[in-house]
């Protein structure tokens, strides 16, 4: 069983440009969060999607934007970026997005922004 | 809303002695606990989780932790730290619908010998 990837592992990109990141949620599972996770601190949730709908979003600007594919795998989309959007952002996916399931994490995104 | 405050952001521990990591939850209505345990340029993985079934969970590692309502606590301990045991370790609540977590500030582990 393959767990959750993401791609890709290292990103350099400057203030003002526009980033994808991906994620492959582990087989089975229909829902992604995503989280952004600053240098010594804790994960924050970003938003999550459930069969292709977001379902629930966290205090990020618009500008933090995402999809959900048909086979489950997930797109985050930063735009206009700023020097504080360097972090590692993670995804996870969990069975059907329920309240008390366990979230699987990938390894993150590492991003710099300078 | 819900909120998770983790009491110290080091600990640091002699091999084969108590861990204990404090965890604090403020919820209004029965949360559900996790624990996660991040290894440095990692993502988090699940180390034990409360659903409340029995108070007292069990956790992969040797971990467990306990939920105590009076007193919105769910610590984690482990009689025994192993040098393997260094990392970041993080408290997270789940009281919505969907299976969004709030995270704590997490605490690092140090193990010296």
């Known amino acids: 069983e393959t767990g959750v990837t993401q791609s890709p592992t290292h990103l350099i990109k400057t203030r003002g440009q526009q980033v994808t990141l991906r994620c492959s949620s582990q087989?089975?599972?229909?829902?992604v969060s995503w989280y952004q996770q600053a240098l010594g601190q804790g994960p924050q949730f970003i938003f999550q999607?459930?069969?292709?709908?977001?379902?629930g979003r966290g205090n990020f600007p618009p500008r933090f934007s995402g999809l959900q594919f048909p086979n489950y795998s997930s797109e985050l989309n930063v735009n206009a970026l700023e020097l504080d959007d360097s972090a590692l952002y993670l995804c996870?996916?969990?069975?059907?997005?329920?309240?008390?399931?366990?979230?699987?994490f990938g390894p993150g995104t590492r991003l710099l922004v300078l | 809303a819900q909120s998770v405050t983790q009491l110290g952001s080091h600990v640091s521990v002699s091999e084969g002695a108590l861990v204990l990591l404090r965890c604090n939850y403020s919820s209004s209505v029965p949360p559900y606990l996790f624990w996660y345990v991040q290894y440095p340029n990692q993502g988090l993985q699940l180390l034990l989780k409360y659903t409340s079934a029995a108070t007292l969970v069990k956790g992969i590692n040797g971990f467990e932790a306990e939920f105590k309502k009076s007193e919105t606590s769910f610590h984690l301990t482990k009689p025994s730290a192993h040098m393997s045991d260094a990392a970041e370790y993080f408290c997270a609540v789940n009281t919505g619908t969907a299976s969004k977590l709030t995270f704590g500030t997490g605490t690092r582990l140090q193990v010296t010998l």
């Open positions: 087989s089975g599972h229909n829902t």
């Open positions: 999607y459930y069969r292709e709908e977001e379902n």
């Open positions: 996870a996916s969990s069975p059907a997005g329920g309240k008390g399931e366990t979230q699987y």
